[in-house]
């Protein structure tokens, strides 16, 4: 099946620093990628829709300046937390759209990301 | 606002017996998926539902798509410690995913 990772898995930062999250199609290329962020037992919730080669779509209430979206190959977008707060502390995952016939997501197994 | 209204919240069942976890909403969506996630990690597909009254079965899972393609179920029959995690459902439109609560599934030994 299609795999994707996440790096890292965890990363602990001070506020006021900027934390980057890689997301990678290890075995097929992925023109979208969507990432979500899920704060303790509560379900996903999309923040954005990353597409190569353009501009990402934001979700709203989702500050597209302090969340930046860069899908510049087929196989990775990255997610940086700008200006991080410990509000912005949560699990962030990303899933990769496959372009199978029904369009199926694979998700990565997430990043945690604490901010002090 | 969730979309989708996932139903119980939580479950605790002793291993061997049967659990039914339910997945409502207001909205038609073009497919239905249901998956399931450990802590700590990304969720996982179980199935996705597309045709009304669409009736799918994965050995013990056996997954339910109303007529009105609005809500489904998920039932596990003869539940083991495995089946443990969190059972996420997620309406499809336009490729996007609109997740319900989950709901949190313990089987006891």
């Known amino acids: 099946g299609a795999v994707v990772s996440q790096h890292p898995s965890w990363v602990i930062c001070k506020s006021g620093t900027s934390v980057k999250i890689e997301c990678r199609s290890l075995d097929f290329q992925a023109t979208t990628m969507f990432w979500y962020r899920q704060f303790p037992k509560q379900s996903l919730m999309l923040m954005a829709t990353?597409?190569?080669?353009?501009?990402?779509?934001?979700e709203q209430g989702v500050e597209k300046d302090k969340f930046l979206i860069n899908h510049a190959s087929l196989t990775l977008s990255t997610l940086t937390v700008t200006s991080a707060h410990p509000e912005d502390s949560s699990f962030y995952i990303c899933?990769?759209?496959?372009?199978?016939?029904?369009?199926?997501?694979?998700f990565g197994p997430g990043t945690r990301l604490t901010v002090l | 606002t969730q979309l989708l209204e996932q139903s119980p919240q939580f479950l605790s069942i002793q291993e061997g017996e049967n659990l039914t976890v339910y997945c409502n909403s207001s909205s038609v969506f073009s497919s239905l998926q249901w998956y399931r996630q450990e802590p700590g990690e990304g969720p996982v597909l179980l199935v996705t539902?597309?045709?009304?009254?669409e009736v799918k079965k994965l050995k013990r899972l056996t997954f339910q798509f109303g007529d009105a393609r609005k809500d489904s179920s998920l039932h596990i029959t003869a539940a083991q410690p495995g089946d443990t995690g969190l059972y996420l459902c997620a309406g499809v439109n336009d490729y996007k995913l609109s997740f319900g609560a989950g709901t949190t599934v313990t089987v006891r030994a």
């Open positions: 539902v597309v045709t009304g009254g």
């Open positions: 990353s597409n190569e080669g353009s501009k990402a779509t934001y």
């Open positions: 899933s990769a759209l496959s372009g199978s016939s029904y369009n199926e997501q694979f």
